[in-house]
């Protein structure tokens, strides 16, 4: 019905969870938005090796992460860099996205089932947005324990804390397009970021990760046919 996307559109804009994750976040632990790996975009990842280091499935945002905000289309450069991620860990990649697959804007599931017939990847279906929640529904998908896992995103204070809260792998990426973004998205885009440059300053480290002590070995320069 047309005010529940009416309503999906306004909350993927305003999301007040992560407001006062965030803001929980900056004061008691900032170590939460600190991502293990930053990169432009995933074509800088090496997913056989982190396949062979014991990761089990891969998370994936969708705004800004795989796709331009609102599209049902993978961007075009990173083609080659998903089927290598497939071609690593099989069947064993998802969405876990704020807007398709959440309970709260797409209750029927339709948005998850047409963007999955859009990109070939599974959406996870959960009820709480990002950064909130625990990593239960993605544990039930893959099988497996959330230390095992990465979460793939565009947002510190969302996918990164999320995926830090709940014990991943997590890998920041650079925004793919800001044209579609709404305004009061790339301010507090900006706001983030501002952020975590700031904490990097001061040396702040992330979290351990057990499975890989030195996130340097799975970054790699783009091969040129990716380019």
């Keep these: 019905m047309w005010w529940v996307d009416v309503k999906a559109a306004l909350g993927q804009r305003i999301n007040l969870e992560a407001i006062l994750c965030s803001t929980m976040v900056m004061f008691k632990d900032p170590k939460l ?33 795989i796709t331009a905000p609102y599209s049902l289309k993978p961007w075009p450069p990173l083609a080659s860099s998903l089927e290598c991620c497939k071609l690593a860990f099989g069947h064993d990649i998802a969405v876990f996205s704020n807007s398709a697959g959440l309970h709260e804007y797409d209750h029927d599931g339709s948005k998850a089932r047409m963007l999955e ?66 305004f009061i998205v790339k301010q507090v885009r900006k706001l983030e970021n501002s952020f975590v440059r700031y904490w990097s300053r001061r040396r702040l480290k992330p979290l351990g990760q057990r499975l890989l002590p030195d996130p340097n070995i799975c970054v790699r320069e783009p091969h040129p046919s990716q380019d």
Excluded at 124 to 140: L, S, Y
């Design 33 to 65: 938005a600190m991502p293990h790996i930053s990169v432009p975009d995933i074509r800088y990842i090496d997913w056989a090796v982190l396949r062979k280091k014991g990761f089990k499935g891969v998370v994936f945002d969708k705004d800004n992460t």
């Design 117 to 182: 017939g859009a990109i070939g990847i599974k959406v996870i279906r959960h009820r709480v947005k990002k950064p909130g929640g625990t990593a239960e529904e993605t544990e039930k998908h893959f099988g497996c324990e959330a230390s095992r896992l990465i979460m793939v995103g565009d947002r510190p204070f969302t996918d990164i804390v999320y995926g830090n809260r709940n014990g991943f792998l997590t890998i920041l990426t650079e925004p793919l397009s800001l044209a579609e973004e709404p």
